[in-house]
């Protein structure tokens, strides 16, 4: 199993910054992807970045250039830093981990509990 623990929501205004964070622990499942979803009220859940366990990164277009995904292995954290935040950022944040199964047959989908993000005008 995989437990999620993120942190870093808030309130802010436009224009300003955030930083969620989203450390995963297991005691023997080895971590792949790791990546941030956001959903918005009455929309679907979507992607806004992930990483790899390489660090290749993938970016959702409405945040290209105003959020950068990383990851410290050695801490099976996660960060997502957004900068330029707009009012339709708001959103609920989950972050999202790839959990492989020691034997690398399998693996499972993790969520976290989420994190609101508002962005006020």
């Known amino acids: 199993q995989v437990q999620l623990v993120e942190s870093g929501g808030g309130l802010v205004q436009a224009g300003g910054s955030l930083r969620l964070s989203c450390a995963a622990s297991g005691s023997s499942y080895i971590i792949g992807a790791m990546g941030w979803y956001r959903q918005a009220p009455g929309k679907q859940r979507e992607l806004v970045a992930d990483i790899t366990s390489g660090g290749a990164t993938h970016y959702t277009d409405s945040v290209k250039g105003r959020s950068t995904i990383s990851r410290d292995n050695a801490k099976n954290t996660v960060y997502l830093q957004m900068n330029s935040l707009k009012p339709e950022d708001t959103a609920v944040y989950y972050c999202?981990?790839?959990?492989?199964?020691?034997?690398?047959?399998?693996?499972?989908?993790?969520w976290g509990q989420g994190t609101p993000v508002t962005v006020s005008s």
């Open positions: 999202h981990v790839d959990g492989i199964h020691p034997t690398g047959t399998v693996v499972y989908d993790y």
